[in-house]
């Protein structure tokens, strides 16, 4: 098991940037594959971005290409999301989670949750 606290979520206008940053930790936390999905009110969860265990590979939805970043760093136990380019569409809370295989797809391999970071983008 894994566990994964999320930060740096918080209110920004439409066009700003905001950095969401996952710390994992566990024995193997950095053999894990990471992602972040997102839920608006009313709405369901929704897969964003994924990376590969080794940072290779990395997975994006199509309503964020170009606009988003998914890395993560040396030690591979801490993975940010850079969120530019900002749309009101983009408010939601934020979930880090980690996938054991290390593949980072398809969105249904994840199986740890952070506990979520509100983004919220007014308009």
């Known amino acids: 098991q894994v566990l994964l606290v999320e930060s740096g979520g918080g209110l920004v206008q439409a066009g700003g940037s905001l950095r969401l940053s996952c710390a994992a930790s566990?024995?193997?936390?950095?053999?894990?594959?990471m992602g972040w999905f997102r839920q608006a009110p009313g709405k369901e969860r929704e897969f964003v971005a994924a990376?590969?265990?080794?940072?290779?590979?990395?997975y994006y939805t199509d309503s964020v290409k170009g606009r988003f970043t998914i890395y993560r760093d040396n030690r591979r136990t801490t993975v940010h999301l850079q969120m530019d380019w900002l749309r009101p569409e983009d408010t939601a809370v934020y979930y880090c989670?980690?996938?054991?295989?290390?593949?980072?797809?398809?969105?249904?391999?994840?199986?740890?949750w952070g506990q979520g970071t509100q983004v919220t983008v007014s308009s």
């Open positions: 989670a980690g996938d054991p295989r290390g593949s980072g797809y398809p969105p249904s391999a994840f199986t740890s």
């Open positions: 566990g024995r193997t936390a950095s053999s894990y594959a």
């Open positions: 990376i590969s265990w080794s940072g290779t590979n990395t």
